[in-house]
Every structure is written in C-alpha cells, then in structure tokens.
C-alpha cells in the first residue's frame, strides 16, 4: 500500500474493450493514457503498460510498442468473473515485488449513463488514502490470525476488487457506447436514405418534364 518510496518507474493498465463499433469509446480511455504517459515521459519518468482488451494494444502499440510489456486478451471470456480480474491482479503484485515499477494507475471507464461514459484513472500502488479517512476510534481489537496473515490475504485481493471493478464498469460502458454508437449509426442511415430519395425523385421528375417538354417541342414543330 505504501509503495517502494519512489515514482520513478509507473507502470500504466490500461483497460479497453475487445470489439469496436463503439464510437470513441476505447480511444478515450487510449488518450487519458497516452496523456499521462506522454507527461510522465517529459518528466524524465519511466512508462510501462499492460494492456488488458485487444483495441487499446491496437492503438497504443503504434507509439508505444516497445513499451508494452504483456497484453491480457479477453476475447474468449464470454461473462466476466472475479477470477479474470485476480489473474490480472496477481500479474501486479508480481510484476511489483520484481521490482518493475514504483506507481501504477488503472485506465477504465466509469458508466455514469448510457449516453455518457467518463475515462478515469486510479492509483492502485501505492494506495490513495483519503485525509478524512478516519482511525478505529481508540478501540483496540484483537485479530486471529494476526495483522500480518490478514493483511497479506486482503491487500492483494484489494487490487483484484479493484480490477474487477474497474473491468465492470468498462463493460457497462462499453454496452452503452455500443448501443449510442449503433442509435447514431441507425439514425443517420435513415437521413442519408431519406435525402437520396428525395435526390432520385427530383432527378426522375426533371428527366420526365424535360422529355415532355421535347415531345410537345417535336409536335408542335409537326
């Protein structure tokens, strides 16, 4: 929770979805990224990402492909589990206790609605702390078995919740850009349809009078 001390080395998750046809659904939660990433860079800082969802490798890989350090494809899970979300969380804590990065912030987005969905970025290592986070109120407890063993058992299992979390809401969110995306699709078809009708009417009505006009023309002339 409290990280190696330093932010030297961050290490970027970025979660995206599998598919597109979702408007800018996957390329807003790319640009946050690519964002920090370009910002910690000028700082002089260390970037590394893992890609969990095949279109954010797919965009990030064109600028950042040396960078990429593994990518987690979900293309074949059909219902999202907490297991998907702890394999992933285990890759952390791993990747941490080798020492491959310092910070490392989550990249998802947030369902607010199905017409709005929100990129957001989260801390997981070290752990963000609010300041009114309050104490236990002087109460003292007695833990079995004792602090060390629950902690080891809850603190990574903290950064899978919040994982799964995270990959949660980018479903919903994904479902509601799909949906949104498809709506505009739909509804732009219709336009474009209505205007080429109403194109071909008007043509097909100035070819029939111009012909008719000739016909008349041609009899009189007779």
Known sequence: MT???????????VCTGERGLCGPFNS????LARDRANS??????????????????DQLKRHFEDR??????????????????????????ALF?????DVCTLFFSRFKSVMAQ??????????VISADAGGNGGAVYEYEPDEADILAELLPRNISVQIFRALLENTASFYG?????????????????RRQTLMYNRTRQAMITKELIEIISGAEAV
Do not use: W, Y
């Open 28 to 31: 807003a939660i790319v640009r």
């Open 68 to 93: 990429i350090i593994e990518t987690v494809d979900l293309r074949s899970v059909r219902q999202l589990k907490f297991e998907n979300a702890s394999g992933i969380g285990h890759k952390i804590i």
């Open 177 to 193: 850009a799909q949906m949104t995306a498809m709506d505009n699709a739909t509804r732009n078809a219709g336009d474009m349809i």
């Open 97 to 101: 206790k080798a020492g491959q990065f």
């Open 40 to 57: 910690l860079l000028a700082d002089g800082k260390d970037v590394k990402f893992l890609c969990v969802g095949r279109k954010g490798f």
């Open 118 to 127: 929100i990129p957001t970025a989260r801390q997981l290592i070290p752990a």
């Open 3 to 13: 990280g190696t001390g330093s932010s030297q080395s961050h290490l970027l998750l």
